[in-house]
């Protein structure tokens, strides 16, 4: 590849417009709330929109900590789509009103998507903050009076995961086009807070409920976008992915198809990667083609032959029979885990696999996180028999048998539910 050209498939961009936030929310990779050290200015928030265009970038997503509390969010939004851009919004919802909404349609803003995890009580507590549920809806409400757009973005952890059956039927009569779902990992305050999160062996108790949320979604028309970390090989993995012969995990996007910015001009392949091993440049020292270009931390994903693109992988996925189509799933996700990509723990696959050996994987907290942004620990994984008993002072364990299921039952939602403990699963 020619070092002095961009890498021309990158085509999405997610910007972190600031690190400033009116959440406290429990799981926040970014640990937000405070601004950035010497976040963008005005002045190079716009240049970059420029740089941005002159790349080819089709559309733009804004994120925070909470976008709006930037005041000149808007003037950025609209510099945005007058580059040819498509802009979107992601946000938690609290505080923002029906004018604001109004301004971001007159803005040019072609979507948003509000954060909504679990019922009142379990998102008010992830969230951090009492009536940020009610917030959110608020906020989907005054979306659809002003006819712009919206879908929803769920975190999947243990206390969510039984509530998205229930939480699926309140988002559609909100109105939603789509639904984004992300298994939490532990980043930031989420690895302060590791035992919120689904243990592998988990999965296979998860994956049959979202199975019948996908099939309503297709009913309903409402497309479900499982996150990077979610699926793998499984037998709903085209199910999730919307059907098709070709939907299916197709490995890591970062550097490929994807972009990410920090508030003080930070760039990564990947919005979600920890800042500290993957920060490939700042727009401060240099453009942003030149970064795309020829920094190696944008270029993990872009190697030419097989062997290149699987030499990194370690662990189960390393011998798994999909690692030169997988590449070790989602890079964030097992990174955050275990200091390094290569081996996800977070695999339908891989934890049907070890249940037919008679097997599960357990992770635990080996060295705490630092306490930056961007930041995680280091996570032992240990493999047991399936029939050890399950740690006795583990009360966030998540089995079926906690899912709820909306009052008129899980029919509702589509299909008899499948088998949780599988002794065949498709090859996708």
Not at 20 to 33: D, F, I, M, T, V
Not at 125 to 130: D, E, H, P, Q, S
Not at 222 to 233: C, D, Q, S, V
């Amino acid at each position: 590849m020619d070092k002095s050209q961009p890498y021309r498939r990158t085509a999405y961009a997610v910007w972190e417009l600031t690190l400033k936030c009116n959440l406290s929310c429990c799981h926040c990779g970014s640990r937000a709330g405070r601004p950035r050290y010497q976040e963008l200015s005005t002045a190079e928030a716009l240049d970059l929109v420029q740089q941005l265009a002159d790349l080819g970038i089709g559309e733009v997503t804004l994120i925070g900590g909470e976008a709006f509390l930037r005041s000149d969010w808007l003037v950025i939004t609209q510099a945005i789509v007058q580059a040819g851009m498509r802009c979107s919004l992601t946000t938690g919802g609290y505080g923002l009103s029906r004018p604001m909404a109004q301004a971001m349609k007159a803005a040019g803003m072609t979507s948003a998507s509000v954060s909504l995890d679990g019922l009142q009580a379990t998102h008010d507590r992830l969230r951090g903050r009492a009536g940020s549920w009610q917030a959110a809806l608020d906020a989907m409400t005054h979306f659809r009076r002003v006819g712009l757009p919206f879908s929803c973005n769920s975190q999947i952890n243990r206390l969510s995961a039984p509530e998205l059956p229930i939480l699926y039927d309140i988002l559609k009569q909100a109105g939603i086009f789509a639904w984004q779902i992300q298994l939490t990992v532990p980043m930031g305050y989420g690895a302060d807070h590791w035992h919120l999160l689904l243990q592998p062996w988990e999965l296979l108790d998860l994956y049959p409920m979202l199975a019948h949320i996908a099939h309503q979604a297709s009913l309903d028309k409402i497309r479900l976008f499982p996150g990077n970390n979610i699926g793998y090989y499984g037998p709903y993995e085209r199910l999730l992915r919307g059907g098709g012969d070709w939907n299916f995990w197709r490995g890591c996007g970062a550097g490929l198809n994807t972009l990410g910015i920090e508030a003080d001009g930070t760039i990564k392949g990947c919005p979600s990667l920890p800042t500290q091993a993957y920060a490939g440049g700042n727009i401060r020292d240099r453009p942003l083609r030149e970064i795309i270009a020829q920094s190696p931390r944008l270029q993990f994903n872009r190697q030419a032959d097989i062997a290149a693109g699987t030499e990194h992988l370690w662990g189960f996925c390393q011998t798994c029979e999909f690692a030169q189509l997988c590449r070790g799933g989602c890079s964030w996700t097992a990174h955050v885990f275990f200091g390094r990509r290569g081996n996800n723990p977070y695999c339908h696959h891989r934890a049907l696999t070890l249940a037919q050996q008679g097997l599960r994987e357990r992770f635990f907290l080996q060295d705490s996180a630092p306490g930056l942004p961007f930041d995680h620990g280091r996570f032992q994984l240990v493999q047991e028999s399936q029939d050890q008993p399950w740690p006795a002072e583990d009360s966030l364990h998540f089995q079926r048998d906690r899912i709820k299921w909306p009052s008129h039952g899980p029919g509702s939602l589509g299909h008899r539910l499948p088998p949780t403990r599988l002794s065949h699963h498709e090859s996708s």
